[in-house]
C-alpha cells in the first residue's frame, strides 16, 4: 500500500494525500488544538466572570451560559481552522504531515468550503464524547452513543469507498487534501560562496 493516492499523479496533477498520512495528521490535529480550546476558555470565562460579576462555577451552572460558552468555542475554532486553510492550506498539524488543503479545482479555499468542510466535519465527530459520557449515567442515551459511534467512523469508512480515498466532509465541500513535498532548497544560496585562494 503506497503512502499517497497516485491516480492524478499519472495526469500530470499533484498527488493526493494517503489516508494514513491524513489519520495521523487528524489525530495531530486532535492535540493541537487542546491548547487553542484553552485559551479560548480562559478568554470566555475571565470575560464572563468580569462582565457578570460571577463565580467560576456560573458559566456551568446556567443553559444560556453553557450555550454562549459552546457557540464562543465553536466560533474560535472554525476561525483558527478557516484562517489556516485560507491563508496557506494548511494548520500546523497538516504542515507537519505536508498536506495541503485546496478546492478541488486546485484553488484556495472559500469561506463557503471551510465552513461545510468544518460543519460536516463537527457532525460527524462533535457529538461522540458528549453522547457517550450521558450514556454511562443513563441507560436510554445508549441507542445514540452508538449512532454518535456510527457518525464519528463515517469520514473514515466514506474514504475507502471513494473513488479518490477523500473523506466525506472534503467531498461535501468540494476540498482535497494534497501531499506538499518539502519544497527544495534555492541550488544557489545552498552553495557555500567560494572563496578564491
Request: glycine share 6%.
Amino acid at each position: 500500500m503506497t503512502s499517497e493516492t497516485n491516480a492524478p499523479a499519472a495526469a500530470g496533477l499533484p498527488r493526493l494525500a494517503g489516508w494514513w498520512r491524513r489519520f495521523f495528521a487528524w489525530l495531530y490535529e486532535g492535540l493541537l488544538l487542546v491548547p487553542v480550546l484553552l485559551i479560548a476558555q480562559a478568554l470566555f470565562q475571565g470575560t464572563y466572570q468580569i462582565a457578570m460579576q460571577a463565580q467560576v462555577t456560573d458559566v456551568a451552572a446556567h443553559a444560556w451560559s453553557r450555550t454562549l460558552n459552546f457557540v464562543f468555542l465553536s466560533t474560535i475554532t472554525f476561525l483558527y481552522f478557516a484562517w489556516c486553510w485560507r491563508r496557506g492550506g494548511q494548520t500546523l498539524a497538516m504542515k507537519t504531515w505536508r498536506i495541503r488543503l485546496v478546492a478541488h479545482d486546485g484553488g484556495p479555499v472559500s469561506w463557503r468550503a471551510a465552513a461545510v468542510r468544518f460543519v460536516a466535519a463537527a457532525l460527524c465527530w462533535l457529538p461522540l464524547f458528549p453522547l457517550w459520557f450521558l450514556a454511562r449515567r443513563e441507560a436510554q442515551m445508549i441507542p445514540y452513543a452508538w449512532f454518535s459511534l456510527g457518525l464519528f467512523l463515517a469520514p473514515f469508512f466514506w474514504s475507502f469507498a471513494d473513488r479518490e480515498r477523500q473523506f466525506l466532509h472534503d467531498r461535501l465541500a468540494g476540498t482535497q487534501l494534497l501531499f506538499a513535498p518539502k519544497q527544495p532548497k534555492d541550488v544557489d544560496a545552498a552553495v557555500a560562496p567560494q572563496t578564491a585562494d
